[in-house]
């Protein structure tokens, strides 16, 4: 009873705050359909596991970049070094 | 236990002959209306007893002669029959049968056989049943051949992909040696049964008349037998029935006279005719197996799809194997007495072809080329397979029956409620997550307060109250009772009605404060059930309010979608066709699908094409990255690197900025 209280308050709010959400509705048109037919048509033509372990490869150089530079970025902030 | 729930599985089989075709619910022997007499019976029958005999006997059986199983009618006529590696084979019938019945009708089947050392008795078989099975099992006694690869472990470490295109291949060889000049396509318009595809352990089928055209096919699970029915597409009077067995490419025996199509056994059936529907393939995938003209056609429920077929310059088939799960909820039998709808519903159907379904998609290869048993023929010869994840192997320490199908089929629910739907989207398990942890956490207040009063000593002091005030009572109780005792001691001396009067008061009054010491206790676990009032959420309650905000991201499930739809377009191994959608009638150019671009081609060439396309993806790649490397070890690009060099130098030169 409390507990169902207590949610009854929280949902309200909730739903007083969503009531301004307009409906929204994303779905597969025919066009989206085709337009993906073409995407898989061209990915298709193209060795796609390779380009994918590549893409893999450079977001991982990219990421090992990142921690590099911010180590660096760090160590020259320190005043005592 | 094992042997107990084979044996089920066999009387299952065995008790199939005894027939009620419209019957529509089956319990014990009725289950025999379930399916037909002949043939399929018997291989199910074989193979699935044979399970028992693997599973018993397996080591010791004989190369020549295997082991047997002793079969005995009403009449007390019995003969054996041979059992051995179908086991193997057969487990996705078993699958179905067992789904089929409830644990009542399990219990109840199961009374009817025994297992004596190696051999299974099984009583009280059907006429027909007895017949059609001995007629058969004399064909395999006198087929040495037939009767070794029953015993045989041919299709150990062969996947599911291999064996099914292997008795494609057989059959349609057959076909072609049959009678290489049939007209596929005329026949079967003249004679509107089938066109055989023999499949793994059922068959498919192409139904064509003069108006309508249409394709059924079905898998088992596990294949049995590659069998060729080659009558019905002559119209030769003299060979109306003709099965042809075969494996490998080699005729292992045959039977004259004797016709699966012609079984008049129907199963007894659930379904409703709001459920129904002009697709065949929505019976299957509603979980509703198709039975017309004594043609079994096996697969229904949820299907599991096996990789594609390829034949090079047509198109992919995919075949699927179905599996009974949908079935066994939905319904209480899992074969269902169309005859109607398979002989008048047929799928639309264009011209000419083969309609063979392929995810939600349609293929239609060009069988205009196929119109007759050799470029047919050729056309499955062409077939090679791809092994996939899904391409079962099949080995010897298969036992899917014990630990996958009879185990659950023993736990399901068999109110024939649907299913519960698992299928969740991150939304719906968000919400179950949410609502689990809040009822979860509803217990842990109450629990919470317990463990509160407990550390008050709350519950202690009820608990105490509880016994203090029982204690009392059962004093006042034992008090009144004694001093009862100590009346009837006295009273004893003055007379025996006086005494029961008493003794009988102080009884009434016993039974007063047991009443009173009941009515504390109650209060007790009333006082828990007002907590649990208080702080657990209602069922349901919770539920309700997550449809109703779920309501408002309804469109998360649209993006999910389209992610997915990207990575499968990104991904997909099927070669596409871009087609350009339906055209409605205020096109002026018709109403169609009509297909812009077909990759069909280019399947054949993508293995060579991927190779060098990712030799030289790999080159430049791998050059572009050693060009980077300092930049890389660094932590920031090549160029910057260079930059910085060339300041550190001019510094060092003196020529800095």
Redesign the interface.
Known sequence: MIINGLFDFIFGLANVLFEFLPSVEIGFGTGFNTFLSIVSSVAYLLPMNTILIMFGIIISLMIFRIIVSVIKTIWQLLPIL | MRNKILVMILIICMLTGTINPKKSQATGVEIAIVIGVEVVNYLVLASIASGVAVEDIYEKKNENDGNWISVTNKNGNQFELASGAMYKLSQGYAKSLVDSLSKTQLKELSSAITIDNNTMKVSNVGEDTYNSINSMNEMIRNNPKLKSYLNSDTLTGKTMNQIQLELLKTAFTSIKAYNPNMNVLELSKTYPYYVLFPTAGGYGSTSIDENKRGYVMAFSQYPLFATCRQENLTGDSKQLFYDVFMYNGEKLGSVNNYCWFNSNAYGGTTIKSSEMTNNPFEFWKSGVSVVGNGLMVVGNADYIRLSDLSFPNHTSLNWERYVNEVASRYYSLPISCLNSMTIDTYMPYPKDGVRVKEDEKVVIPPITSLDNVDDLAEYVNSGSVKDTENGRTIDNSDSIIRDKVINPVLDRDTTGNPPIENDLSWLDRLFEWFNKH?TS??DS?VSGIGAIINALGLTGLIEWIGEICGNILSGVVDGFKSIGNILEWILELLGTGVISAITGIGSVLGDILEFLLGLIEGLISGFRELLI??????DG??DA?VL??RT?F??AD??I??VK??D?????TA????????LDESNKYGINNYV??D?VW?KRY?PT???I??AA??VI?IWR?FIKLP??????SAMTYADAKIDEYNNKQGKGD
Request: proline share 5%; no cysteine.
């Open positions: 809040l956490l509803g207040i009032s208080l702080f657990v959420p209602s309650y919770l309010k109703q905000l408002k309804s469109f649209g993006i979608k389209i739809g990207f499968s377009a990104l991904t997909g070669p596409p066709i871009v087609k350009l959608g339906s812009l671009m990759l280019f993508k094409t991927d190779i396309l990712s993806l790999w790649f990255m930049g890389i070890i660094a932590g920031y």
